[in-house]
């Protein structure tokens, strides 16, 4: 089975030195492994772009993109970001927070009928609005 993995999860794996994480963040790490080695672990674009911005030093934004490239994207089509954009109304109109990113990641999770594995509290709020499930202690 598939596992969308989202960018704060991502982050503590291979942006992050371990000795930095706290005990959840490294829980989250030794998960992922596991999806990794069964190899249910996925990522699209706009996650890999996330991971990737912001990083001051070229030399560590090559090795990060080297590693990176190891992981092949879903492919995303037109009528994902437009379920993304139909998310994001429903969202918005129930007084949620507005993340692009956040809502093409719920759309590629139902695309793929996959949980989604992360650390960002925005989802719980999501997953009670959108027909999305979270990996770990959430729904799943």
């Known amino acids: 089975m598939p596992v969308l993995v989202d960018t704060p999860v991502w982050s503590f794996a291979l942006r992050r030195r371990r000795d930095s994480l706290t005990a959840a963040e490294a829980a989250r790490v030794a998960i992922l ?21 912001g990083i001051r030093d ?12 190891a992981f092949v994207d879903v492919g995303l089509a037109g009528e994902d970001y437009e379920r993304a954009a139909e998310f994001a109304n429903t969202c918005v109109k129930a007084g949620e927070a507005d993340s692009p990113v956040d809502y093409i990641v719920c759309s ?15 989802f719980a709020r999501y997953a009670r609005l959108l027909p999305i499930s979270l990996y770990g202690n959430n729904t799943r």
């Open 33 to 53: 492994q596991t999806f990794l080695q069964a190899g249910e672990a996925v990522i699209i674009g706009p996650v890999r772009q996330e991971l990737l911005t």
């Open 58 to 69: 070229h030399a560590t934004y090559l090795r990060l993109r080297d590693r990176l490239r």
């Open 108 to 122: 590629a999770a139902v695309k793929l009928n996959a949980p989604i594995f992360t650390a960002d509290s925005d």
